[in-house]
């Protein structure tokens, strides 16, 4: 009994061949069936007979023998367990550092992500403030040619009180007509442009928005996967959570997270660049139209000049010639004056020779003779009286002379009037007007 006690408490020894269970031995029972047996009718329901001596030891024989066999499998099976548990305690650590171990390389891929992320919403942010500047220079640009076309409008307007013969589609008129085509044509440019710059900003801000939801995300998942990466077998909030260990249906797999990510920095990116390049365009349109502006300007303004010298030059011939008219009419007056007074001179001698004529006239008889008196006087009064036809003649032609004379000189002061009007006009009103155009700058939305 003592040595059973040892062999159940100690561990065996090793051995050379390995442990395995040994096949169950079969024993004959011997049965009672002789004279000396117990072996009958009152055996049916239960043994009320002794056992044999042989039945004893195959008994005791049978007790050996099982519990050999229950101690080592028992042995086997206590060696089988402790392998079992070291086994699965270095599986579940290698299992768990390989966890720690990915949950790592998670995180630095997230980081990673979240930078770009992080960065590609900063240089949106900027692009955006950059292309809200220019928006500013647009909408300045704008209100600055609000002056220059109503300035044009005006000279236009005012031009339109010049007189006749001044009024005229002279080089003048076409630039101011070109400069507010031009300048109509600028805002409508600028006002396309104004909504292609809200339209980008508009789209700047979204996908801005989308990359901070994404990098949002990002950092939640990082907080947490920080937080798991800090677990261990020692941690005081661990629990169980029996059906956490599943797929959800609406995860998403390694590369489909990546590609969200990086379709997203792609659109962000494209917009960027699409931002950077409106705004390059937008500095060569406000550049081109500031230059545009100021060279319109300039041809008007020289146009203006070219055309007050010539009003100035025809003022100065139209002043001398009226001088000079003047002058005529004076000594047409003089030249009328003096005609009348020859053909108030030339009624004397006519009375003189007429009533010579008419006295001799009254000779008696033979006395009305047609002497060389009658002849002279006669021709004397035919002399004078087509003296007097070509004095009067001259004089209709001196008076008519000075009539024209008097007509011209009122044209001359009423086409000087007019073009005095017209250098007003042109000079006072229009180019004094002109000289609150907008500078270059303010045209190119810097002011």
């Known amino acids: 009994m003592a040595q059973t006690d040892i062999l159940l408490t100690k561990e065996p020894a090793p051995q050379t061949v390995p442990a395995c269970q040994l096949p169950r031995k079969l024993y004959d029972v ?25 039945e004893w030891f195959q008994n005791c024989y049978a ?62 942010v900027a692009e955006t403030d950059l292309l809200l500047a220019q928006k ?13 076309f109503s300035i044009a409008t005006d000279n236009l307007q005012c031009r339109e009180r010049r007189q006749h013969p001044d009024l005229v589609r002279d080089c003048v008129e076409m630039e101011l007509l070109k ?21 980008q900003i508009r789209m700047n801000h979204e996908h801005k928005e989308t990359c901070e939801m994404d ?20 941690s005081t909030d661990l629990q169980f959570y029996p059906h956490s260990a599943k797929f959800e249906e609406s995860a998403s797999t390694p590369e489909t997270w990546a590609k969200f990510t990086q379709e997203n920095l792609y659109r962000a990116e494209r917009e960027r660049l699409a931002s950077v390049n ?36 025809a003022r100065h011939k139209l002043e001398h010639h009226l001088r000079k008219t003047l002058r005529e009419i004076m000594d047409q007056e003089h030249n009328v004056a003096a005609l009348k007074q020859a053909i108030r001179d030339k009624e004397a001698p006519l009375k003189v020779a007429q009533t010579r004529l008419y006295q001799r006239s009254h000779r008696p008889n033979v006395e009305l003779c047609r002497d060389a008196v009658q002849f002279r006087l006669v021709s004397e009064v035919e002399e ?11 004089l209709l032609e001196a008076e008519q002379s000075l009539r024209n004379l008097e007509d011209t000189r009122m044209s001359l002061e009423k086409d ?23 500078t270059v700058l303010q045209l190119a939305g810097y002011q």
């Open 30 to 54: 011997a049965r009672n069936t002789g004279a000396h047996t117990s072996s009958g009718l009152a055996t049916a329901g239960f043994r009320t007979a002794k056992y044999l001596v042989d």
């Open 215 to 234: 990098w949002s995300d990002k950092v939640e998942a990082c907080n947490i996967d920080e937080a798991c990466c800090r677990y261990h077998n020692q």
């Open 278 to 313: 409106l705004r390059k365009l937008i500095d060569c349109i406000l550049q081109d139209t500031s230059e545009d502006l100021r060279l319109q300007c300039d041809a008007v303004n020289l146009a203006f000049g070219r055309r007050c010298e010539e009003l100035e030059d």
């Open 416 to 438: 000087i009037a007019v073009k005095t009007n017209s250098l007003f006009i042109d000079r006072q009103k229009c180019m004094a007007h002109r000289t609150r155009y907008p």
């Open 136 to 148: 500013q220079r647009l909408e300045r640009t704008l209100d600055a040619t609000a002056v220059p």
């Open 384 to 394: 004078l009286n087509l003296s007097l036809v070509a004095l009067r003649e001259k």
């Open 63 to 124: 007790r050996y023998h099982q519990a050999f066999a229950d101690l080592d499998q028992s042995e086997q099976q206590h060696h089988e367990s402790q392998q079992l548990a070291a086994e699965t305690e270095a599986l579940a650590q290698r299992t768990q550092q390989d966890s720690t171990k990915k949950v790592g390389e998670r995180l630095q891929d997230m980081h990673c992500w979240k930078s770009e992320l992080q960065r590609q919403v900063e240089e949106l």
């Open 179 to 199: 400069e507010a085509d031009l300048i109509r044509n600028i805002q409508e440019l600028l006002k396309r442009t104004m909504m292609q710059a809200v339209n």
